[in-house]
């Protein structure tokens, strides 16, 4: 079984920075990209940022040059670095990973619960 479990999440005015923290656990042979989600009320989820393995990363362009997305290999741990965080980006944030729970068999995503991020004043 594997799971994963999201942190950081809040209330934050508007012009300011939260860290999200989602780890991987449970039964992995290895990871190939972790990434981060989001979903407002009544809009469709979307991709935030995403990174691979090697440490190639792709972001929204609605989030390019202030949010930043980072990750621990060794601890299975993908952080996102929210800075002058908007109204707009108050959604549920939900972690994912592409992983190989053992050699030889393909990837399968797995989702976090989701952490609830509100921006308002």
């Known amino acids: 079984q594997v799971q994963l479990v999201e942190s950081g999440g809040g209330l934050v005015q508007p012009g300011g920075s939260l860290r999200l923290s989602c780890v991987a656990s449970?039964?992995?042979?290895?990871?190939?990209?972790m990434g981060w989600y989001r979903q407002a009320p009544g809009k469709v989820r979307e991709l935030v940022a995403r990174?691979?393995?090697?440490?190639?990363?792709n972001y929204a362009e609605s989030v390019k040059d202030r949010f930043t997305i980072s990750r621990d290999n060794a601890k299975n741990t993908v952080y996102l670095q929210m800075n002058n965080l908007k109204p707009e980006d108050t959604a549920v944030y939900s972690c994912?990973?592409?992983?190989?729970?053992?050699?030889?068999?393909?990837?399968?995503?797995?989702w976090g619960q989701g952490t609830q991020v509100t921006v308002s004043s």
């Open positions: 990174i691979t393995s090697d440490g190639s990363r």
């Open positions: 994912n990973a592409a992983l190989r729970r053992s050699i030889g068999t393909p990837l399968h995503n797995y």
């Open positions: 449970g039964s992995i042979f290895s990871i190939y990209a």
